[in-house]
C-alpha cells in the first residue's frame, strides 16, 4: 500500500503547516491497528496527543484556588530598607581612598627614582635637633603615636556598629 499522502502531511505538520482536519486524519491513521513500520515511530505521538487531549481539563475548582492564590500575596506587606547615605556612599569612599593611595604611591617613587640627591650628597652635621633632651622628643612622639591609635580604634568601634545596626534592621525587615 501506498503512503504517500501520509508522509506529505507528516513533512507539512514538521513545517507547522497542516490544518486541524489533516492532523484529525493523521490522528486517526495512527490510531489504526496496522501501521507500517516505516512510520511506526511517529504512533506514540499521534495516540498520546488524542488520548492526552481528552484527558487534560481544569477542573470547576481552577479559578477559585487561583483568585485565593492571588488574594493571599495581596495582603502580604512589604517592608522598605532606608538605607542611609553614609552607607551609600561607602564604596565611593573606598575608591577614592585607593585612588589616593595610588597617586600618593605612584608620586613617591618618582621622587625616589628622580631624586637626583643621594645619602653622600646630605650634610648630616649640620642638621639640627628640635629637641635637645631625647626623652622629650620620646614623649612627644609616644604622645602622637597614642593619639593615632586612639583615632584608628574609634573609627574602627563606629564601624562595626554601623555595620551591626544595620544588619539588625536588615535581619528585622526580612521577618
Known amino acids: 500500500m501506498d503512503y504517500k499522502y501520509i508522509e506529505q502531511l507528516l513533512d507539512k ?99 625616589s627614582f628622580n631624586s637626583e640627591s643621594t645619602d653622600e650628597e646630605i650634610d648630616y652635621a649640620n642638621i639640627k635637633d628640635t629637641y635637645n633632651d631625647p626623652q622629650a622628643a620620646y614623649d612627644k612622639m609616644e604622645n602622637a603615636l597614642q593619639l593615632v591609635s586612639e583615632g584608628l580604634v574609634s573609627v574602627r568601634e563606629n564601624d562595626s556598629l554601623a555595620m551591626a545596626k544595620s544588619s539588625i534592621v536588615t535581619n528585622d525587615s526580612l521577618r
Not at 530598607?81 to 577614592?96: E, V, W
Open 13 to 111: 505538520y514538521w513545517r507547522c503547516e497542516t490544518t486541524l482536519q489533516e492532523e484529525a486524519i493523521l490522528r486517526t491513521f495512527f490510531s489504526q491497528d496496522d501501521v507500517p513500520d516505516s512510520l511506526a515511530k511517529y504512533r506514540e505521538l499521534f495516540v498520546l496527543q488524542h488520548t492526552e487531549g481528552e484527558e487534560l481539563s481544569l477542573g470547576d475548582d481552577f479559578d477559585s484556588k487561583i483568585l485565593s492564590l492571588t488574594e493571599e500575596e495581596e495582603t502580604k506587606t512589604v517592608k522598605a530598607i532606608t538605607i542611609p547615605l553614609a552607607t551609600r556612599l561607602k564604596p565611593l569612599f573606598k575608591a577614592a581612598a585607593v585612588v589616593a593611595m595610588i597617586v600618593t604611591l605612584g608620586n613617591a617613587a618618582q621622587l
